[in-house]
């Protein structure tokens, strides 16, 4: 019993958001939230009918054992941006339980979100397991960006947790665009070797899903700057209608910077 206890994870964190485009504006029309988890009001840029929404974790981290879990849906027509107020910041797992968060996104026909930026902080001994799991219509639009910290590097935690796992999941209709697993454990993996992250600090991701992409690769390649030593970066086509730009990079304003462009420059061409 008292093991089966031990690897059970306890739910302390729901948020569920429903977008509905109602009288040329998205409204949220539902919204259920349960500590820590809660989203700000809607706001709205001039003449702009996309809702924003802050996400808000009040509790300042995931603890050991701790479950948030985020359930998002757009129905027809919406247009929604979804900020995390802050990074997620994941503690010691001094009892051995496994920090978990879980997003399931779900996109109607002719919707659009940006899910900007997802940011993971994983501090010394912590163990994390993150999950995205996205389901749309093949006229709907996801622009997701995620930078991974090799931990609290200022205080000399670089990549001193125990275990780091991602998992992205992209559905169009029927079909899987996007299967995208990451598990790092430093203390088992030679994470400086080729091939791993080859001395490289943060990894960071942008994933651009839309039947309006005009961009090919060479053209989104030529909005970064140029490489050097410390910042790498390379742009790869989907199948179909779609883009992943991936970072290895110890510059993380410049990631920030970078990350940023490509979003104002898809968003002004879709």
């Known amino acids: ?3 089966l206890m031990k690897d059970k994870a306890v739910v302390t964190g729901k948020l569920a958001l429903t977008f509905e485009k109602r009288r040329e504006k998205t409204r949220l029309v ?7 988890l809660k989203a700000s ?3 709205y840029s001039e003449g702009d009918d996309q809702a924003t929404v802050y996400l808000v974790e009040t509790s300042g981290g995931l603890v050991a054992g701790d479950l948030n879990e985020y359930e998002i849906k757009l ?4 247009r929604v941006c979804l900020i995390p107020q802050s990074a997620t910041k994941v503690y010691p797992s001094y009892n051995e339980q496994t920090s978990k968060q879980k997003i399931m996104i779900t996109l109607d026909k002719h919707t659009f979100l940006e899910w900007n930026k997802e940011e993971i902080i994983p501090f010394e001994q912590a163990k994390y397991e993150g999950s995205t799991l996205v389901r749309m219509e093949d006229t ?3 622009l997701f960006a995620e930078i991974i910290y090799p931990g609290r590097e200022k205080r000399g935690e670089s990549f ?4 780091l796992s991602t998992q992205l999941q992209i559905w169009v209709e029927d079909s899987c665009w996007v299967y995208d697993p990451l598990k790092i454990f430093p203390e088992k993996m030679q994470i400086e070797k080729i091939g791993l992250l080859e001395g490289f600090m943060y990894i960071a991701s942008v994933w651009v899903i839309t039947p309006k992409l005009e961009w090919t690769e060479n053209q989104l390649q030529a909005l970064l700057p140029s490489e050097d030593k410390n910042h790498v970066v390379g742009v790869t086509n989907l199948k179909n209608n779609g883009l992943l730009v991936r970072w290895l990079s110890s510059n993380l304003p410049r990631i920030k910077k970078e990350i940023e462009q490509i979003f104002k420059k898809v968003k002004e061409r879709i």
């Open 1 to 3: 019993m008292n093991s």
């Open 30 to 36: 539902d919204c259920f939230q349960a500590p820590p």
């Open 41 to 43: 009001r809607t706001l």
């Open 75 to 78: 129905k027809e027509g919406a």
């Open 140 to 142: 709907s639009t996801f």
């Open 160 to 163: 001193r947790y125990r275990m």
